[in-house]
């Protein structure tokens, strides 16, 4: 049976942070310490495998680019908003990625592909230095999240139809749980948790705004904090 989505998660009480867990070592963050951590690989569980589907339906495979941009004062993380009129997770807060189509020769060229489709990000821009573990979205897409590196001074040219912005939030920011909200919501006696990490600032265009970063973005986020912290 499915289950109706969540409307409106900025609703829903925050019941926690998790502040008592150590902020990433800023000189793990760095371009060069963020290569070296993904090339030395070993067994990683995820904290976060997935959720609770929404609907039933077969998994599909999807992938998606986890960008980090080096600037000179640090490395900011690449993200979009969605927008209002798409049938899964409309406006929410993403990574570029979607779908593996037949011709896809694995989940990076998947997540290349997409984040040129989606705001223009060309891929020979995109140093991949590895990928975290799977996963599961509520709409049953099994993601593969691909890591890459960016220089600045990329030119992005977004998909009017699928991305309604782009904008860059601090990596280190991100990387300190004391952001990590803790929600809870009953739905019909069932209850879930989820993570969220709200951030203003500035988008793309110059203009600050609240972000609510959540869901399954939040979630591989969270994955990222654990593998960096545990190194």
Known sequence: MSRPPLLDPQSVPVFGTDSHLPPVDPQRLGAAALRERFAALHAFEPEIAGDAALVQR???SA???VP???HGDGVRVLLTRRTEHLRDHAGQISFPGGRVEPDDA???ATALR???EEVGLEPQRVEVIGTLPNYTTVTRFVVTPVVGLVQPGYALKLDAFEVAEAFEVPLDYLMTPAHHHRHLVDNAGVQRQ???MPWEGLGLDGVRRNY???GATAAMLRNLYRFLATA
Do not use: G
């Open 106 to 108: 694995d989940a990076v």
């Open 63 to 65: 992938a998606v680019l």
């Open 194 to 196: 989820f993570l969220s």
């Open 68 to 70: 980090l941009v080096v």
């Open 114 to 116: 997409e984040a040129a």
């Open 212 to 214: 609510f970063i959540w």
């Open 58 to 60: 077969d998994p599909s």
